[in-house]
């Protein structure tokens, strides 16, 4: 007979019909009724079992955690809260959970414990749906790209390029570690490498990416990043995914167009596809907000949030005029920045950047045009000599969830920036001949997946958005 998913038999209407479904038992009470959860929805279905018909060696063993088989026959429910229910007329134990140590029970655990135990969490409600979402959003960037002519290109994870100038980077060996080759200068001789030099884990795909749109014409890489930064807040990962398309012929106004509108889209998408895991997932976060002081809580759901990003236009700021609003806001002058805001060019920090989006606009805000000394070489210099056509989108509780640019395609002006950086031009030569040929006006963004995945689901905490987080000092599983 063959197996319904309880998604599907939560939407059936034939009842009275004999149905098979498998799945984990999440309660078990008045020893007759079984929540069965399969991860096909975040909703269980409800399996009545006649226990006096039963027998009792059977019952015991319907603990929570166990996975089990059901036959039986699909009914009008007669609770409340549900359709259907399932009258077992045959229950399987296919694999016990004893009650003593498993460590998920049906109640509430805090976020701590439940990630020392991420192999299990997925089984909790809350992080069954956001790993849902999360597959959703995930299966949305790809449909959106591909919709609008984008081809996805695997950039490698294995780098050797060593000035991708993202942030710190995990070196990739195979040397001895305790005894090492050295070179005549005592320095770790990498000609020894696997790879015949030093080689490390990706900080971004651009680089490779911006070479491949210089022939495709738009593409993005969607892939996995790694920053070896001491970062221990609750929007840094160690490992984590990165979208980041690169288009040719396009400005920086196009590329604030295109963030903008597949930011839109991927929220949309989801909104549609994932209503029972967002409802979920809001009265998690109303609940939740319920509970801070008054001035730290979000005046709208997780869903009025997702709804006001659809709805409303990100605004366009240029750095300058941040930095007026930000050196002349009441925060500032009254010293309760950790970072002052004083002289044009000083970097935005966290805490500027959710003033700008939660406090002063109080909608999403792009940043654009900022100071060259603070941002990367590659980015398009403008005619005042001293900004880039760089941008920033900045959401509120997240801060940065995207930085891009509009690329400096002049080979002068380029490589005038390099020598200025100390980066040797050879390292470089094969991202300099995207500018030697048939250089082109182009632009592009980086979106880390996780913050996207923050947002929609309203989680507070990156860690909890990624199945299996990477972090300082912590790599368990
Ligand atoms: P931040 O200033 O927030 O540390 P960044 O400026 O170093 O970020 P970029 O190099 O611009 O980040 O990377 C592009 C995007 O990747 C960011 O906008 C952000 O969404 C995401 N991102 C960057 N670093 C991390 C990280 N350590 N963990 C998770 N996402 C990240
Ligand atoms: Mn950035």
Same mark, same amino acid.
């Given at each position: ?308 990003? $659809? ?140 913050? $996207? ?25």
């Amino acid at each position: 007979m063959q197996k319904t998913s309880v998604a599907d038999l939560l939407q059936s209407e034939k009842k009275g019909i004999e149905v098979h479904v498998k799945g984990w038992v999440r309660s078990f009470r008045s020893n007759r009724f079984v929540a069965l959860n399969d991860g096909s929805t975040i909703n269980n279905i409800q399996c009545v079992i006649d226990f006096e018909a039963t027998d009792e060696n059977l019952l015991k063993r319907i603990n929570t955690g166990a996975a089990i088989a059901v036959k039986g026959i699909l009914e009008d429910s007669q609770g409340k809260g549900q359709s259907v229910e399932i009258r077992v007329t045959k229950l399987e134990i296919l694999g016990d959970s004893n009650p003593d140590d498993y460590p998920i029970q049906p109640k509430k655990h805090s976020f701590e414990f439940l990630r020392e135990n991420a192999h299990l969490r997925v089984r909790t409600n809350t992080f069954s749906a956001v790993m849902r979402v999360r597959s959703a959003l995930s299966f949305a960037v790809h449909q959106y790209f591909t919709q609008h002519g984008f081809y996805n290109v695997h950039t490698p994870i294995v780098t050797g390029s060593d000035a991708e100038g993202a942030g710190e980077m995990f070196r990739v060996s195979t040397l001895d570690a305790i005894n090492p080759p050295m070179t005549d200068e005592g320095k770790i001789d990498y000609s020894k490498d696997f790879f015949g030099k030093e080689t490390n884990l990706t900080v971004s795909g651009q680089l490779e990416a911006e070479t491949y749109a210089m022939a495709l014409g738009k593409v993005y890489t969607f892939g996995p990043t790694f920053r070896a930064e001491n970062s221990n807040t609750t929007r840094h990962l160690a490992e984590f995914w990165m979208i980041e398309p690169e288009v040719a012929f396009n400005d920086l106004d196009a590329n604030m167009d295109l963030a903008e509108d597949f930011i839109q889209s991927v929220i949309k998408s989801v909104l549609e596809t994932c209503k029972d895991d967002l409802e979920f997932l809001n009265e998690r976060f109303v609940k939740e907000e319920s509970q801070k002081p008054q001035l730290q809580r979000s005046d709208m759901s997780l869903l009025e949030k997702l709804q006001f990003v $659809l709805d409303n236009n990100f605004k366009r700021v240029s750095y300058t005029e941040a930095f007026e609003i930000l050196r002349n806001s009441k925060p500032n002058k009254k010293k309760k920045f950790q970072f002052p805001v004083n002289e044009w060019g000083v970097d935005l920090q966290s805490e500027h950047e959710r003033f700008l989006v939660e406090k002063h606009f109080k909608c999403p805000v792009i940043l654009f045009d900022y100071p060259a000394t603070i941002k990367a070489f590659y980015m398009r210099l403008n005619e005042d000599g001293k900004t880039v056509r760089a941008m920033d989108v900045l959401f509120p509780g997240i801060g940065e969830i995207v930085g891009g640019s509009q690329r400096e395609e002049r080979l002068d002006v380029l490589k005038e920036k390099i020598k200025a950086l100390d980066i040797d031009e050879k390292e470089l030569w094969w991202y300099l001949d995207t500018r030697r040929f048939g250089t082109a006006v182009h632009s592009g963004f980086g979106l880390g997946f996780e913050r $996207l995945v923050q947002f929609v689901t309203g989680m507070g905490n990156i860690r909890d958005v990624i199945p299996f987080p990477r972090t300082p000092q912590n790599a368990e599983f």
